[in-house]
């Protein structure tokens, strides 16, 4: 079975983080080198605690994990500082392989997840980063977007600092239909599915794990996306089902990838 090398913090709840990886990629067909840069302890309404793994200690798990098998993909997740960015990125600097960046800078349940900024030298690895909308204002140093305008500019804004594709996801905006912006260089792919009420952590880093998975099966870039977008929005109707089965409806719950 081929394998992904997934990087990012541990979740005591096994919401999101690399419990969420694994399953993900078991799912689609992948087993995981993981590489742990956290340990978190954390509930589905708040972050307790967190523990950073030493940047040596995640050199030498990415070492030991390159000489043990090689990755069809690299997915990273959390890193948590800047020097751990850049530490990986370092580790990762001959790897040939598509890499996807979830940026985690802030827990789901949450709490503050990054300190410090994404260096271009880990930047300019990606093949794709993929981040929410807050997150892709975070990047770009400008509020959340709200019109496809605002995103458009907070794309290239990210581009410009080293990735060769974004996608911006519209999980956390308004409306009937969730559209996911990608952006590689030419006219931009538009990625809709009809925006579902309801609540499941863990969506980015399954989004981010399964275009990983995709990609490492030769599958185009949109069609990578599109095919991981149908895939969380399988798991997000799940749980919806499930939530309309056990409690009454709440229409502020919507789905946040």
């Known amino acids: 079975m081929k394998k992904i090398m ?20 078991r799912a689609l ?30 050199a030498a798990q ?11 993909a690299i997915k990273i997740g959390m890193l948590g500082s800047e020097e751990i960015a850049i530490t990986v990125a370092n580790a990762l600097s001959d790897q040939s392989c598509p890499l996807v960046i979830d940026p985690v800078l802030k827990s789901s349940s949450g709490g503050q ?31 959340t977007a709200a019109t496809d305008a605002e995103i458009t500019t907070q794309a290239e804004s990210i581009l410009a600092q080293g990735a060769q594709a974004v996608l911006i996801k519209g999980g956390h ?22 925006r579902l009420h309801a609540t499941m952590r863990g969506t980015g880093c399954t989004l981010a ?30 749980a919806a089902e499930t939530s309309r089965a056990q409690t009454p409806f709440n229409k502020t719950d919507c789905q946040r990838f």
Do not use: W, Y
Not at 6 to 25: E, H, K, W
Not at 62 to 72: F, N, V
Not at 211 to 236: E, S
């Open 173 to 194: 905006g308004e409306g009937d239909t969730a559209a996911d912006h990608l952006f590689d260089g030419g006219e931009p792919h538009i990625l809709t599915s009809p």
């Open 113 to 143: 997840l990054m300190d410090g900024h994404l260096p271009r030298q880990l930047l300019s690895l990606a093949r794709l980063i993929t981040p929410n909308l807050p997150e892709a204002g975070a990047l770009s140093g400008q509020p």
């Open 62 to 72: 990415i070492k030991a994990a390159l000489a043990t098998d090689r990755p069809a």
């Open 209 to 238: 794990t399964a275009i990983a998975c995709h990609l490492a099966d030769k599958r185009a870039l949109p069609t990578a996306c599109r095919l991981a977008k149908d895939f969380v929005h399988d798991r997000l109707r799940d």
């Open 6 to 25: 997934i990087i990012g913090g541990t979740d005591s709840s096994g919401g999101a983080g690399l419990t969420r990886d694994a399953f993900t990629a």
């Open 29 to 58: 067909g992948f087993e995981v080198l993981p590489i742990v840069t956290a340990v978190t302890a954390q509930t589905n309404a708040k972050l307790v605690g967190l523990h950073m793994v030493s940047p040596d200690m995640v």
